[in-house]
């Protein structure tokens, strides 16, 4: 490939790597944030019912740490009431997604320490450096049978997460299984991290408008728009 070709593909990577960053961190922001708001401003219209205005206001900045702490316990009751009243589909997204960006992090964080020297050391057998796309697929194949063959809607939705950790495992070391060769902390391994993103970022996408889906049918159902 000419110089400046490479370059120029160079650059359009991290352009990239620089997108997909911001909006996978920007969509797990706006769930957190946004549930939270809701119950800040649910905290306040209910200890101040007077209060007509569309953002209710706390008295005092006492007043205020206060709701706030009181919001942030609703926000995890309601997070845990929402999983567990959520369908199926919902949960084992949720669990996939959590799986695999959990995993993805650690194994970012843990290959650095490994490179850096402050976190053991590369597993090896025989010699030979077992990658960990490998330990990736054996877990996302034998949890993805596990879920085909289970006929227990708790199971299946349980083996998500060791699924989307064994995804997460292996796509983190896209770039190598393209290559065949080792490139994670090369210029070609930002394709792992583009890909991981990507991942996330649909993965988190989709969930988000499955919530925003459910709501509408809920609403239009209750306003006589749509059978219920």
């Known amino acids: 490939m000419p110089l400046g070709r490479r370059n120029q593909l160079r650059a359009f990577e991290d352009r990239l790597t620089r997108v997909l960053a911001p909006v996978a961190g920007a969509i797990t922001a706006a769930v957190l944030l946004g549930e939270g708001a809701r119950r800040y401003r649910g905290r306040l219209a ?3 019912p007077e209060d007509t205005h569309l953002l209710p206001r706390a008295e005092s900045p006492a007043e205020a740490l206060e709701v706030a702490g009181l919001a942030s316990q609703d926000a995890v009751r309601v997070a845990v009431s929402g999983y567990r009243s ?8 949720f669990n996939m997604f959590a799986g695999f960006v959990g995993v993805s992090l650690f194994i970012r ?9 402050w976190w053991g050391g590369n597993v090896r057998l025989g010699g030979r450096h077992i990658h960990h796309f490998v330990p990736g697929i ?6 993805g049978a596990g879920a085909l063959i289970s006929d ?12 989307g950790i064994g995804v997460g495992l292996t796509f983190d070391e896209a770039a190598l299984l393209l290559d065949l060769r080792d490139v994670y902390w090369s210029r070609e391994g930002v394709l792992s991290v583009q890909v ?15 919530r925003m889906l459910q709501r509408g049918e809920t609403r239009a159902a209750e306003q006589g728009r749509i059978p219920g």
Request: glycine share 8%; hydrophobic share 55%; charged share 15%.
């Open 46 to 48: 209910a200890r101040h």
């Open 86 to 93: 959520a369908s199926r589909a919902e949960v084992a997204l």
């Open 109 to 117: 964080v843990s290959t650095l320490g490994v490179r850096e020297g």
């Open 138 to 143: 054996l877990v996302a194949f034998c949890s």
């Open 152 to 163: 227990d809607e708790r199971i299946e939705t349980t083996l998500a997460i060791p699924f």
């Open 196 to 210: 991981s993103l990507s991942v996330a970022t649909f993965l988190g996408a989709v969930i988000l408008g499955m």
